[in-house]
C-alpha cells in the first residue's frame, strides 16, 4: 500500500537517524523506476544512479560529506550523477550547465517521493566533495556527482511538517 502522492509531498522530510534495516530489492526497484520516470529535458534523461550498500564504501563517501553521518549510518546511499556532455549534445551549453541539472533534481525528488509513499525515509545531501566521491565509486570522469539521497527506515520518534510559506507569498497569476 502506497501514499497518496499529495499525502507523500506533505510528509516528505530530511531524517538524519535510520534504523539497521535493509531496504529489499523489490523495493529499491520501484524507487530506482520511479527516479527514471521523471521527466527531462527532450527526454534525454542525463542521469545516472549508483546504489551503495556496501558499508566500507559507505564509510569512504562519508568522510567526505562535511560530517553528515545519516550517510553512513543510512542502510542505502543512492548518488545522483548527471550526464553533462549527454544533455550539450542536444542543447549547447544552456544544456550542460542547467538542464542536465534540473533533470537529476526531478529525478531525485522522484526518489524522495517514491521512498515516502512506500514508507521509507530520505536525506537529501547536498555538501559533499564531488570529485571524492566519483573517485570512490569509480564513476565515469564525463559525469557529475550532484546528489546523495540516504535511504531507509527512519529511526526518529516524531515527525514534523514543516511550515511553507503562504501561497500569496510564493505564488503570482497572471492573467
Known amino acids: ?26 523495493t529499491l526497484t520501484r524507487i530506482m523506476e520511479a527516479a527514471c520516470w521523471a521527466p527531462s529535458a527532450g527526454n534525454l534523461q542525463p542521469w545516472y544512479f549508483y546504489v551503495v550498500t556496501n558499508d566500507t564504501l559507505k564509510n569512504k563517501i562519508a568522510e567526505v560529506c562535511d560530517d553528515q553521518q545519516q550517510v553512513n549510518e543510512a ?22 550547465q542547467l538542464y542536465c541539472l534540473q533533470d537529476t533534481a526531478a529525478a531525485t525528488t522522484n526518489i524522495m517521493l517514491a521512498a515516502e509513499g512506500l514508507g521509507l525515509d530520505t536525506c537529501w545531501v547536498g555538501g559533499f566533495d564531488e570529485v571524492a566521491v566519483q573517485t570512490f565509486i569509480e564513476a565515469p570522469p564525463r559525469l557529475r556527482a550532484v546528489a546523495i539521497i540516504c535511504l531507509g527506515y527512519g529511526n526518529e520518534r516524531e515527525r514534523h511538517i514543516k511550515e511553507r510559506l503562504r501561497l500569496a507569498e510564493v505564488v503570482k497569476i497572471l492573467h
Not at 5 to 22: C, G, L, T
Request: proline share 8%; charged share 25%.
Open 1 to 26: 500500500m502506497t501514499k497518496d502522492v499529495f499525502d507523500a509531498m506533505r510528509e516528505v522530510h530530511s531524517v538524519r537517524n535510520f534504523k539497521p534495516i535493509q531496504v529489499s530489492e523489490p
Open 75 to 96: 542502510p542505502v546511499i543512492i548518488v545522483v550523477l548527471a550526464d553533462p556532455a549527454r544533455s550539450n549534445a542536444e542543447y549547447g551549453e544552456r544544456g550542460a
